[in-house]
T-cell receptor, first 114, second 112 residues
Framework: DAGVIQSPRHEVTEMGQEVTLRCKPI?????LFWYRQTMMRGLELLIY????????DSGMPEDRFSAKMPNASFSTLKIQPSEPRDSAVYFC????????????FGSGTQLSVL | KQEVTQIPAALSVPEGENLVLNCSFT??????LQWFRQDPGKGLTSLLL?????REQTSGRLNASLDKSSGRSTLYIAASQPGDSATYLC???????????FGAGTTVTVRA
């Protein structure tokens, strides 16, 4: 298996633009997590899905953030409009049984909002 | 709220020396604890997962111990190599929560 695949690896955009981050989880994994990593706050859970259904989005910082999982092999995280404070590395992770088992992370998307 | 602390934030050792990385947590009612490795510009790789009922887990040169009562876990890396240079993070899952609480990590440099 190729592991968790994220795209793009790097995204540079201007404030106010829409940003869409993409994730393909490991086949057969029923849980998908979106995390954000910054130097100041470390790793933060934004939202997680179970069987394509969003279970908890309480970590999503604002209404500008939204996430979808239309099928078991694809998820998106959208920021609209983007702001400089959204600059961070965004990770997607998947697992078989949520956090009861090992999480497998993608390589992340480095987002810079100018 | 679960607080996870990793001290030191960074350490540098010569090749061949054994590494000892520490992780402490405030709430002992945990379900499991994971140790991750993160290379610069990369995602996290899960190294070891210890269930709350276990005292340790081993994989190759890596050994992780867990002492719930004292709120501590230690990751031992035997005979360190330059390829072990990375940031190591621990993450704790509480028994009544699905979330992982991450430490800030220890950045390790192994000098050749």
């Amino acid at each position: 298996d190729a592991g968790v695949i994220q795209s793009p690896r790097h995204e540079v955009t201007e404030m106010g633009q829409e940003v869409t981050l993409r994730c393909k989880p490991i086949s057969g994994h029923d849980y998908l997590f979106w995390y954000r990593q910054t130097m100041m706050r470390g790793l933060e859970l934004l939202i997680y899905f179970n069987n394509n259904v969003p279970i908890d989005d309480s970590g999503m910082p604002e209404d500008r953030f939204s996430a979808k999982m239309p099928n078991a092999s694809f998820s998106t995280l959208k920021i609209q409009p983007s702001e400089p404070r959204d600059s961070a590395v965004y990770f997607c992770a998947s697992s078989l049984r949520g956090t009861n088992e090992k999480l497998f992370f993608g390589s992340g998307t480095q987002l810079s909002v100018l | 709220k679960q607080e996870v602390t990793q001290i030191p934030a960074a350490l540098s050792v010569p090749e061949g020396e054994n590494l000892v990385l520490n992780c402490s947590f405030t709430d002992s009612a945990i379900y499991n604890l994971q140790w991750f490795r993160q290379d610069p510009g990369k995602g996290l790789t899960s190294l070891l997962l210890i269930q709350s009922s276990q005292r340790e887990q081993t994989s190759g040169r890596l050994n992780a111990s867990l002492d719930k009562s004292s709120g501590r876990s230690t990751l031992y890396i035997a005979a360190s190599q330059p390829g072990d240079s990375a940031t190591y993070l621990c993450a704790v899952k509480r028994s009544n929560d699905y979330k992982l609480s991450f430490g800030a990590g220890t950045t390790v440099t192994v000098r050749a």
